[in-house]
Each structure stands twice: as structure tokens, then as C-alpha cells.
């Protein structure tokens, strides 16, 4: 099923079916399984079922396909594209011809699985693991079994052995492809699920690290403390599910507005009515990224727009409230990689990324 949709600021969006994200546009972060991620532009990003995503921006337009799961399983291969490793599931369109196709706003073919099988091409052809194809096979066995032990708190002993067991070397198979060990990678997927259980259900502390496979919820919440700085409860709190607090809404409308001319802190300190301190604090907690990166986030991203509108550079920087062009264009190379001039270019050459 493809769907096209305006996505509400913050509103956690569970995947229940296995899910291909394309962005065609917007602005800010993009958040999946509580982790940001600024780089979405040019993907096709792909959800399995259990994950959610958040957009926290309100000017998002999203289109989603939904692929049933037989289709999706009766190929082992296409684990590459859902599974969640070490970042988000996804495959370059921008260097896939056959995926641009599929992914155009003008021409979508009705069979899904022709995106399927384009995209495992490109997938392959990307190979960001520098692995085989027989070394993914084992990678992602060995991470299905991960999915399905972490509650049992299995030592990095006890998965050697499991996996030495079936024929693989695991550890070293791991360490060299990903760059992670089995225990961070038990870890991560017992912290994300720990998260989820704390954050998405009404359950009592003590249940959850029950259900997680803690004996003593005591140990949980010291463990739960020491991996993510806050104990179960305040992070449920700062999490803030069912959007009683409007915090990250009324934020990002003050940025958007106010971006272009206001930098200071203290500025939108004054706007929200609390302390910078208080702000800071609280900006990383409902939004996981700190106030300053959320306003060069706003300011690059009205730069592309202002650039692919053909404003001459001089214009952009006083628009932007930079003292001189040569401010504007060191501040666009640091954040962007190039500079203003090279970004038009690229426009020119039909290569500049969507915004």
C-alpha cells in the first residue's frame, strides 16, 4: 500500500507493518528507535515491524509504502534492508537510477516488489560492510538470534558458544564488519526494547524489568540510569508519549520563526520563559539533540532554500542575519561540506539534494 501523508511534529508513528520511508521534503531530524538522524535526504529508508518513527519538524511530507510480510520474508536477502544494525536501514536513490524511478513522485509502479529488488540491488552495490554476500547471510543470522535471546541476558560467552555451535565465527565476524562487539549489539537491542517498555506502555518500573529479564528492578533501574543518564521514570516523563506537554511544538514554531535573526540563547530562553540552563537541559531531553544544533539546523536548511532559489549570496547573509557574505558561506562550508557557490552548482547540474 503507498501512502502519502504530512506527518504531525513529534508524534511517534509505530511501524506495524515493514515499511519504506521516502521523504520528499522538509526540514530538522527525523527519529527512529530514539536516535536522530539528520541525514535522511536521498534514502529510502526502511522500517521493520516493532520500530517507530518521529518527525520533529512540522513541515514534513512523507510517502510510505507498506509491503505485506510474506512478500518481504520469502527472501532471505531482504533482511538487509529492514533489520536494524548499528544505524537506520536504508540505500542511496541518489546513485540508483532504477530506484528513482520507482521512488518519483510522477511514476510508482503497483507491484511492490519491483522496489524490492531494485533497492537489494543498490543495496548490495553499496555494500557498507564490506562483506560478502555469504558474510551478510551470518551477520544477520546472528542478529535474528540476537532479536529473539536479548531478554535472557546472555553472556558473550554464552553467544560464542551459540553461534560456534551453528558454524560461525561470530565475534570476529561482528567486531570486523560492523565495528561493534556481540555484547554492544545485545546491549543496544536490549536498551532500545527497555526503552520502549518504559516509554510507550503504562506499566509499573518493576514489571518492565521483569518483563526485560531483570530479577531485581533495583539492578534495572541502576543499569537503566547508567546507559541513558536518567532513571525509568524521568525518562518516561521526558519522553512524553502522549504529548501532554507542548514543549518541542512551541519550540520548533519559535525557531522557525525567529531563526533568520535570533541566535541567542537567552533569546529563546526569554520566549519560553524559563532559564537557559533549564532550556538546554530540557531541549535534550524532549528532543536528544542540544538548542544550538537545533538553530543551525534552521539556518542551513533556509540557506538551501534561499540558494536553489537563485538569491544572490550577498542578500542570503543579510537575510540570514550574517555581519558579511564571507561569514555566510565559511558557516554553510562547515555545516554542509561545500560552499554556497558549489551548492548552486550542483543545482545547475541537477544533483542538488531535495530539501
Same mark, same amino acid.
Given at each position: 500500500?503507498?501512502?502519502?501523508?504530512?506527518?504531525?511534529?513529534?508524534?511517534?508513528?509505530?511501524?506495524?507493518?515493514?515499511?519504506?520511508?521516502?521523504?520528499?521534503?522538509?526540514?530538522?531530524?527525523?527519529?527512529?528507535?530514539?536516535?536522530?538522524?539528520?541525514?535522511?535526504?536521498?534514502?529510502?529508508?526502511?522500517?521493520?515491524?516493532?520500530?517507530?518513527?518521529?518527525?520533529?519538524?512540522?513541515?514534513?511530507? =512523507?510517502?510510505?509504502?507498506?509491503?505485506?510480510?510474506?512478500?518481504?520474508?520469502?527472501?532471505?536477502?531482504?533482511?538487509?534492508?529492514?533489520?536494524?544494525?548499528?544505524?537506520?536501514?536504508?540505500?542511496?536513490?541518489?546513485?540508483?537510477?532504477?530506484?528513482?524511478?520507482?521512488?518519483?513522485?510522477?511514476?510508482?509502479?503497483?507491484?511492490?516488489?519491483?522496489?524490492?529488488? =531494485?533497492?537489494?540491488?543498490?543495496?548490495?552495490?553499496?555494500?557498507?560492510?564490506?562483506?560478502?554476500?555469504?558474510?551478510?547471510? =551470518?551477520?544477520?543470522?546472528?542478529?535474528?538470534?540476537?532479536?529473539?535471546?536479548?531478554?535472557?541476558?546472555?553472556?558473550?560467552?554464552?553467544?560464542?558458544?551459540?553461534?560456534?555451535?551453528?558454524?560461525?565465527?561470530?565475534?570476529? #565476524? =561482528?567486531?570486523?564488519?560492523?565495528?561493534?562487539?556481540?555484547?554492544?549489539? #545485545?546491549?543496544?537491542?536490549?536498551?532500545?526494547?527497555?526503552?520502549?517498555?518504559?516509554? %510507550? !506502555?503504562?506499566?509499573?518500573?518493576?514489571?518492565?524489568?521483569?518483563?526485560?529479564?531483570?530479577?531485581?528492578?533495583?539492578?534495572?533501574?541502576?543499569?537503566?540510569?547508567?546507559?541513558?543518564?536518567?532513571?525509568?521514570?524521568? %525518562?518516561?516523563?521526558?519522553?512524553?508519549?502522549?504529548?501532554?506537554?507542548?514543549?518541542?511544538?512551541?519550540?520548533?514554531?519559535?525557531?522557525?520563526?525567529?531563526? !533568520?535573526?535570533?541566535?541567542? #540563547?537567552?533569546?529563546?530562553?526569554?520566549?519560553?520563559?524559563?532559564?537557559?540552563?533549564?532550556?538546554?537541559?530540557?531541549?535534550?531531553?524532549?528532543?536528544?539533540?542540544?538548542?544550538?544544533?537545533?538553530?543551525?539546523?534552521?539556518?542551513?536548511? !533556509?540557506?538551501?532554500?534561499?540558494?536553489?532559489?537563485?538569491?544572490?549570496?550577498?542578500?542570503?547573509?543579510?537575510?540570514?542575519?550574517?555581519?558579511?557574505?564571507?561569514?555566510?558561506?565559511? %558557516?554553510?562550508?562547515?555545516?554542509?561540506?561545500?560552499?554556497?557557490?558549489?551548492?548552486?552548482?550542483?543545482?545547475?547540474?541537477?544533483?542538488?539534494?531535495?530539501?
Amino acid at each position: 500500500m503507498v501512502h502519502k501523508f504530512s506527518p504531525e511534529i513529534n508524534k511517534v508513528y509505530f511501524i506495524n507493518q515493514y515499511t519504506l520511508f521516502h521523504i520528499l521534503s522538509g526540514s530538522g531530524c527525523i527519529q527512529v528507535d530514539f536516535k536522530n538522524y539528520e541525514d535522511w535526504r536521498d534514502k529510502a529508508i526502511y522500517l521493520e515491524k516493532g520500530q517507530y518513527i518521529k518527525f520533529l519538524s512540522d513541515d514534513f511530507l =512523507v510517502r510510505t509504502i507498506e509491503f505485506p510480510s510474506k512478500q518481504v520474508f520469502d527472501n532471505k536477502d531482504v533482511r538487509v534492508l529492514f533489520k536494524h544494525l548499528i544505524s537506520l536501514g536504508y540505500i542511496n536513490f541518489k546513485e540508483c537510477a532504477e530506484c528513482q524511478k520507482y521512488l518519483s513522485e510522477t511514476i510508482f509502479e503497483d507491484s511492490t516488489k519491483e522496489i524490492i529488488d =531494485v533497492s537489494l540491488k543498490q543495496w548490495f552495490w553499496q555494500n557498507p560492510f564490506n562483506a560478502s554476500k555469504n558474510e551478510y547471510q =551470518v551477520i544477520f543470522d546472528i542478529k535474528e538470534v540476537i532479536d529473539q535471546e536479548y531478554p535472557n541476558h546472555l553472556t558473550s560467552k554464552d553467544l560464542e558458544a551459540l553461534f560456534r555451535a551453528n558454524g560461525y565465527r561470530a565475534h570476529s #565476524l =561482528v567486531k570486523d564488519k560492523l565495528g561493534i562487539t556481540l555484547k554492544t549489539m #545485545l546491549e543496544e537491542k536490549r536498551l532500545v526494547e527497555c526503552k520502549k517498555e518504559v516509554a %510507550f !506502555t503504562d506499566k509499573n518500573i518493576q514489571e518492565v524489568s521483569y518483563d526485560m529479564g531483570f530479577k531485581d528492578p533495583a539492578y534495572f533501574n541502576r543499569v537503566f540510569k547508567k546507559r541513558t543518564g536518567h532513571s525509568p521514570t524521568q %525518562f518516561r516523563e521526558n519522553f512524553d508519549y502522549k504529548r501532554k506537554d507542548p514543549f518541542v511544538e512551541d519550540l520548533i514554531h519559535l525557531l522557525r520563526e525567529h531563526h !533568520t535573526q535570533n541566535r541567542s #540563547l537567552a533569546f529563546y530562553a526569554d520566549k519560553m520563559n524559563l532559564s537557559i540552563k533549564t532550556l538546554e537541559k530540557k531541549t535534550r531531553n524532549k528532543m536528544n539533540q542540544s538548542l544550538g544544533r537545533l538553530i543551525r539546523s534552521e539556518l542551513v536548511h !533556509t540557506s538551501k532554500k534561499l540558494l536553489y532559489n537563485d538569491l544572490p549570496i550577498k542578500e542570503i547573509s543579510i537575510q540570514l542575519g550574517f555581519e558579511e557574505p564571507n561569514h555566510f558561506s565559511m %558557516f554553510f562550508k562547515h555545516y554542509t561540506g561545500i560552499n554556497p557557490s558549489e551548492f548552486k552548482h550542483q543545482k545547475v547540474q541537477g544533483n542538488t539534494p531535495f530539501l
